[in-house]
């Protein structure tokens, strides 16, 4: 099987194009950069299906006015550490950010700052939000429950999303630990992935319509479902679905947002749900100050040796020993933000069809 | 293969056992009346293996000096909405409620209360928080770092403990939702049943000593380690030790605890790490009121139709359909409330032991 064939391009004309297709449908300026810049920092950190290849649907979903380009973003309840946003069905890489800049506000001012969201759209890669809480000395947390793909255990249809959560603690001499991961077995782009090989994938990814296992990345794709992490009982899939419940019920019923089997379809190509149970996609987002808890400098020689501890650990046969969480990012990253970012050819063709639909220049 | 052979004992009666056993330490009555409550909550909700069945190992390091009957526990860093708690080597059964206490009356004050826990000791089941959480109409969350017993996913060795995660969402007319999980594959009491029964374990819950994976208990029990929750990393492993290192960070280097491989031993058994790295072992409690954020009917009208709508998914085939986060538990609670609490022989004994030498009548 030969390699998938890619195109490099450089972050920056990326970047440049993402903001104008969102303000050729009027997004204003400040928010058209700040939307490409979230999908950016995914395609720098190699998360190639949370990056610029989502453009397609977000313009998608503008062109359809499923989004409001111009929302008016409002604290809807708060109280000094906590508050609830409503995110006026703007773009999730706006609505997000912003309430993300809320809880680093309140644990700024009392210590920490807890936000539910309602009423947003897909927010971008986790991991964005809780890097943004490092910049401030802060120990950040990021949720989002998502378009309906996953079984919960011993159920035959899609229920819940693929539900990340993201976290990060700041090292002193070494990088950061980045956590950011979905709470299904596997992310859905290594589906696809086989789909466009057309090979097996492994048991324990996915269920089929009717709610057998299957190693057909196709029965998973007609009418079939992912598996929460853990896979089966035996192996603790209940545990993953918990996971992704609590983040679901975190997001949605919190927040006031769709939860569940009602979270809105990401894409033109998916239907909605048949009835809403809340507004719009629902984001929780949690912020600490290092400070109100411990001395930042002793937290950061404390992650120093964590990391440097779990680098020398005797290695299991075959591997390298384990990795610290956000490495395979970080490094990503470097190598992309001079070599410039791969796409697949199938974006690449997505992109020029934004192009020509809109008259923004791609190549 | 029989059955294990169980004896039946009313709650109370262990109960009372169990805080009696705390006073002939000199522990205050009142924090032994509340240790001996966590153990009960345990037993009675079918987690038997944090229940009275863990009395002899609280009753060795007791014996052995190595747990403060009296400890002063303090406050050591604090915010509107943080703090930081220095258990001063106390029972964890009574370090764990209080510093719960603080993060709910944190809550009350402003939201939401974070607080981070050093210098404690194993601190019963992580539910048991979140379940006083919903008393006070607020969502709580309870983790705490444990004895290294799993390997990080790629690691050969144990450095991990099965770090727990609880957290809890009321309904109206619907039980609460109440998720409570190891972050390991599967709870150590399977790989302790599969060992007295001289029965295989499935691929996935452990590795031996030299990383290599293993279906014989006595490979993990005999200086193996148990696997993350995914297990493989095809099977999303690296998910199971992020969530695990998350757990661990926010225990250790946020309090000053010790954390990973630095964890004191739980039992006289186990020899404790060649160094400290901070100060006993850690907790995290996070309390957020519920009407911070939303209408707290709303919220629970919200969980009810949650729950329904789980229930009523479509089963995969060979079961009953997805299980609601906290039913086993639940139904096991309302069983043992009347009928009583099981324990098994070994149990038994290890509690005629204890009766023998303290004089304190069990049966």
Known sequence: ????????????????????????????????????????????????TH????????????KDSRINPRPNISIVRESPSTATVDGDNGLGLVVGPRANDIAMDKADAVGSGWVAVRNSNHYGIAGYYVL???????????????????APLWGAERMLGTNPIAMAFPGKDEPPIVIDMATTAVAYGKIEMALRKDEPIPDGWAIDNEGRPTTDPKAMADGGAMLPLGSQRERGGHKGYCLSAMIDLLCGPLS????????????????????????????????????????????????????????????????????????????????????????????????????????????
């Open 1 to 48: 099987m030969a390699d998938i064939e890619t195109s490099i391009f450089p972050r920056e004309q990326l970047q440049e194009f993402s903001s104008r297709v969102f303000q050729s449908f009027d997004v204003p300026r400040q928010d058209a950069e700040l939307a490409a810049e979230v999908l950016a920092i995914s395609d720098l950190r190699g998360i190639d």
């Open 51 to 62: 990056g610029i290849a989502r453009l397609f649907s977000y313009f998608g979903l503008l």
């Open 132 to 150: 943004e809480a490092l910049k401030r000395e802060q120990i950040g947390m990021a949720m989002t429950n998502t378009t309906r793909i996953a």
């Open 256 to 363: 006031g947002a769709n939860w569940g089997p009602f979270t809105p379809a990401f894409t033109l190509g998916h239907s909605n749900p048949d009835r809403w149970v809340g507004k719009g996609l629902g984001h929780f987002f949690g912020a600490m100050k290092i400070e109100a808890f411990i001395d930042p400098d002793e937290l950061k020689r404390s992650v120093d040796l964590w990391i440097q501890t779990f680098r020398a650990a005797q290695p299991a046969p075959g591997t390298d020993g384990p990795l610290i969480p956000g490495d395979p990012e970080r490094e990503a990253e470097e190598i992309r933000r001079t070599a410039g970012i791969p796409l697949i050819m199938p974006v690449v063709e997505d992109l020029r069809q934004i192009a020509s639909e809109t008259g923004i220049p791609f190549e």
